[in-house]
C-alpha cells in the first residue's frame, strides 16, 4: 500500500483590529485542522480583548507597530514557519469543507504555481447580496483580482517571488494579485469564505461598488494612498 504523503505545513495569517466579538467564530473554524498548523495573529492596536482572546488559544500574537493590514499581513508572513501561507481577515467564516480542499491542493506539488482564493458569500439572505457575490465570481474568474475578504492561500516560495505584502492602509490585496499575475495565475479553492453582511448594512451596494471602483482607478493613477484610504473609510 501507498504511504499517505505528509500533509505540508499551513501557517495561517491574520490581521486584526478590534475584532474581539469576530475572532472567536474564526478560530472555531480554524481549530478543526489538527496538524501541521501554524496560527499568527498580527494586532494593529486593538482596545478591545481581541489579543487576551487570541493567547487564550494559544496563538503567536505579534504586536504590529503600524495599523496598516498590509503591513500587519507582510510581518505575520515574515514570522511564518509553514510551507503555505493562508491569509484571512478575521470576520471571516469558512466552509466546512475548507480542510479537505486545502489538504487536496497542497499535497499536490504544481499547486505551488498557483495562488488560491475562496469563494465569496455574505450570511444575508438578501437578492442584493446574492448578485454582489455573482459580481465578486466574475471578477474573480474572469479577470484574476480575488481580494482579501476571499483569503489567500499561496505557497511560501511564490509570496517571496512576487515581492509579497506593501504596507499600504488599502489595496494591499489588489496590489499584490497585480504582481502576483504578472507571471502566475489564481484558482478558486472550490471552498467559501462566509463574511458578514452588516459592514453593508447602512449602504447603497452599487453605489459603494462604484465608489469602490473609482477609488481603485485614482490609486492606478498614483492617487496619494492616505487620502484614498480616508476616502474609503468614511463610507
Given amino acids: 500500500m501507498a504511504r499517505l504523503q505528509e500533509i505540508p505545513s499551513l501557517s495561517i495569517i491574520i490581521p ?11 478560530l472555531a473554524d480554524l481549530n478543526t485542522w ?29 504586536e504590529s507597530l503600524q495599523k496598516n493590514r498590509g503591513y500587519q499581513l507582510n510581518i505575520g508572513a515574515s514570522h511564518a514557519k509553514g510551507d503555505w501561507l493562508l491569509f484571512l481577515h478575521a470576520d471571516s467564516r469558512l466552509d466546512k469543507i475548507w480542510i479537505k480542499k486545502l489538504i487536496a491542493i497542497t499535497r499536490k506539488i504544481s499547486s505551488k504555481d498557483f495562488a488560491w482564493y475562496f469563494d465569496f458569500k455574505i450570511e444575508n439572505a438578501n437578492l442584493q447580496f446574492r448578485i454582489l457575490e455573482i459580481a465578486v465570481a466574475l471578477r474573480s474568474y474572469l479577470f484574476n483580482r480575488p481580494y482579501g475578504d476571499q483569503g489567500l492561500l499561496i505557497h511560501k516560495s511564490l509570496y517571496n517571488l512576487s515581492g509579497g505584502f506593501s ?21 478558486s479553492i472550490g471552498a467559501n469564505i462566509y463574511t458578514d453582511s452588516k459592514k ?21 493613477q498614483g492617487y496619494d494612498i492616505e487620502r484614498l ?6 463610507q
Fill in 34 to 62: 489538527n496538524d501541521n498548523l501554524e496560527l499568527i495573529v498580527v494586532d494593529g492596536g486593538s482596545k478591545d480583548s481581541t489579543v487576551s482572546i487570541a493567547k487564550i488559544h494559544d496563538i503567536l500574537v505579534i
Fill in 200 to 220: 453593508w448594512a447602512n449602504s447603497n451596494i452599487l453605489e459603494r461598488a462604484i465608489k469602490n471602483a473609482i477609488l481603485r482607478y485614482k490609486w492606478t
Fill in 167 to 187: 504596507s499600504l492602509n488599502i489595496m494591499e490585496d489588489l496590489d499584490l494579485m497585480i504582481r502576483i499575475t504578472k507571471t502566475n495565475k489564481v484558482k
Fill in 16 to 26: 486584526t483590529l478590534n475584532e474581539a466579538n469576530k475572532l472567536p467564530l474564526l
Fill in 229 to 234: 484610504s480616508n476616502e474609503y473609510y468614511s
